[in-house]
């Protein structure tokens, strides 16, 4: 096949599913052999050198490009197997994924797959749809009740069970759904719809219905004001209005509702009247200090009990036990672009915190959040505690989050009772379970709650998940290791060239160190830090660009960056935490180091003494 022209690769491919077999006026069951042919006719029929006139010129590489693109991809047996089965479009999807190594029978069910992916992608770029059902379940009875026989005498633990499950039912049945679109450039429309359905507990009102409709529009003035107004498409309920003002370090955001009476009270107030003032608040974050992650947040308004002042201080921080680099001290951490998968999945986490008080009469209370997001496991720990007046609350829950999909718990325990809420997520269609377990005071019921879910979830992650990963790991050394020997030939043939190179250097300071009786490298090698299963061969020998760079019985390499970079130095495997070991004399003495490779390295040094 010839090479690819630039301008041929640029042509929009037609809608037509059968366009390029139009171009060379062939059947779809056309031999390779008379592609070929047909492409070598036309090829030649509209060269653009074989014309002189610019008009006839400019037509005919219009024809040549499209013979060309034509040829390119029926010349080519996936490409024409993905064009025959999906036209355009499954050219597209040869681009998201590596085709050439799966079976013929796998073809077509992974090509279609990729098409179904594609078109949820794009329903989701144009509306953004989430939805959600909840469905609320009252399992009190478990452990609130003590049933009776019929002759008064207290049932066994087994049959007063079996009554209280009679007794479990679904309280609250709830259905959400949100759509979102771009109407102009700089605005958004949002629609949100709900229907509530559930029975209220100790009550005779029975069972309610909550329908509502909400209809919110955001604009975005410039890259740091941008305005939101929501309102009741189903009643006459007035208008939310949101302001946010982003600056560089703070972020000020104005809200208010306007009701329909606040708006006729200059109509319908009488003398001696209450004067209704809109709910309003006002919010500013900002960060404390300079290059630190910590914020501090202060919340003033006017609620329907009377004024409200909150107060919160937050901050995050990334922590990565591998130490792949190390950063500057003015530098906040911040995530690997990219790295190799640890046995643990533990060793690259965010914690945050976040510790306030609210100044709201019975309301006010102090509350404080902790929360772990381990990236590589993509589960995210969080414990909530809130101390008010009245009562103490508490929550504990983790979230496990993949591509298309999350699953999460959490318990929490006040004065009003035991809640266990389990959510599932697909795809932006969220399935909620609130189970109230107690609707009393319960510290035992939510803390075996608590504790046996987890216990066995440490206990998958023990015997399941850190095998498994163990075993992703070994893979990917193995396969760095044959990439290096099969696809880095150049850089290894580069490498050997690079030590050629520094021999004669190497060996002129050796001789010079060793008349002396100074520092003289007996081996050096640059690899992953860690001699753990699947390391082996991925170590570099760098003992000649290392004693070339020995000057007067001393070596000094910077810190703050790899050594990667040195002449005669290459990364075996990247992602992956390396070290300098170095086993040297000097004064006739042996000394070995071991240095993380973004440290700097100063030798001769008496702790690397060899007793």
């Known amino acids: 096949m010839p090479g690819t022209d630039s301008a041929a690769a640029a042509q929009p491919i037609p809608a037509d599913d059968e366009y390029f077999y139009s171009v060379l006026n062939l059947p779809k069951s056309a031999s390779d052999h008379e592609i070929r042919e047909r492409y070598r006719q036309l090829s030649i029929v509209f060269h653009p050198d074989k014309q002189t006139d610019d008009r006839r010129k400019e037509a005919a590489t219009e024809r040549f490009l499209e013979v060309q693109k034509a040829y390119e991809v029926l010349s080519d047996p996936v490409t024409r197997r993905a064009y025959d089965i999906l036209g355009p479009e499954g050219l597209l999807l040869l681009q998201s994924a590596d085709f050439r190594h799966l079976a013929e029978e796998d073809f077509e069910r992974e090509l279609r797959r990729q098409q179904r992916e594609l078109v949820r992608q794009r329903v989701d770029q144009a509306v953004h749809p989430r939805g959600s059902l909840t469905i609320g379940l009252d399992a009190s009875p478990i452990f609130d009740y003590e049933y009776e026989g019929q002759d008064g ?6 049959q007063n069970l079996q009554a ?7 309280d609250t049945f709830g259905v959400r759904h949100r759509v979102q679109t771009q109407v102009r450039n700089k605005t958004w429309l949002t629609l949100s719809s709900r229907l509530t359905m559930g029975s209220r507990p100790n009550s005779r009102q029975g069972s309610y219905i909550k329908p509502l409709l909400m209809g919110t529009v955001r604009h975005q003035f410039s890259p740091r004001i941008d305005f939101e107004a929501t309102t009741n498409l189903l009643a006459v309920s007035g208008v939310s209005l949101k302001g946010t003002y982003r600056a560089a370090d703070y972020t000020l955001t104005c809200q208010t509702g306007l009701h329909p009476a606040v708006l006729l009270q200059p109509f319908t107030h009488r003398k001696g009247d209450a004067l209704l003032l809109p709910a309003g608040t006002v919010s500013l974050a900002r960060q404390l200090f300079p290059k630190s992650p910590m914020q501090g947040v202060l919340e003033i308004g006017m609620t329907a009990i009377g004024p409200k002042i909150s107060a919160a201080v937050t901050s995050s921080a990334f922590h990565d036990s591998l130490d792949i680099g190390e950063l500057h001290d003015d530098e906040p951490s911040e995530p690997s672009a990219f790295r190799a998968p640890s046995v643990s999945g533990l060793a690259f986490y965010t914690s945050e915190w976040q510790f306030g008080f609210d100044l709201a009469g019975p309301a006010s209370g102090l509350n404080g959040r902790y929360g772990l997001s381990f990236h590589e496991l993509g589960v995210h720990l969080q414990a909530v505690m809130r101390l008010g007046l009245a009562e103490l609350m508490w929550l504990f829950g983790g979230e496990w989050r993949g591509n298309n999909a999350a699953v999460g718990a959490n318990v929490s325990a006040s ?14 269609q969220t399935l909620t379970l609130p189970i109230v377990l107690s609707r009393e005071h319960n510290n035992s019921l939510a803390f075996w709650t608590a504790v046996l879910p987890s216990t066995a979830l440490a206990l998958v992650y023990y015997f399941r998940v850190r095998p498994r990963r163990r075993k992703q790991r070994i893979q990917f050394l193995h396969d760095a ?3 290096l020997r099969e ?14 190179l520094l021999q004669d250097t190497a060996q002129r300071h050796m001789r010079t160190e060793e008349t002396c009786d100074g520092l003289v490298i007996l081996e050096a090698r640059y690899g992953p830090s860690g001699q753990e299963e699947g390391t082996e061969g991925l170590e570099v020998d760098v003992t000649v660009p290392v004693q070339a760079l020995v000057n007067s019985s001393q070596l000094y390499i910077p810190g703050k960056r790899s050594k990667a970079g040195i002449p005669g130095f290459y990364d075996p495997v990247a992602g992956v935490p390396k070290a300098l070991r170095i086993r040297y004399k000097f004064r006739g003495r042996m000394h070995y180091a071991e240095i993380p490779d973004y440290m700097p390295v100063v030798l001769p040094l008496k702790d690397h003494l060899v007793e």
Do not use: N
């Open 153 to 158: 005498s207290q049932l066994s633990r087994w």
């Open 164 to 170: 209280a499950l009679g007794d479990v039912r679904r």
């Open 415 to 428: 004065t009003g009772g035991v809640t266990l809420r389990v959510d599932a997520t697909y795809f932006g």
């Open 481 to 483: 290791r044959r990439q």
């Open 487 to 500: 696809e880095k030939s150049e850089l290894l043939r580069q490498w050997k060239e690079t030590v050629s």
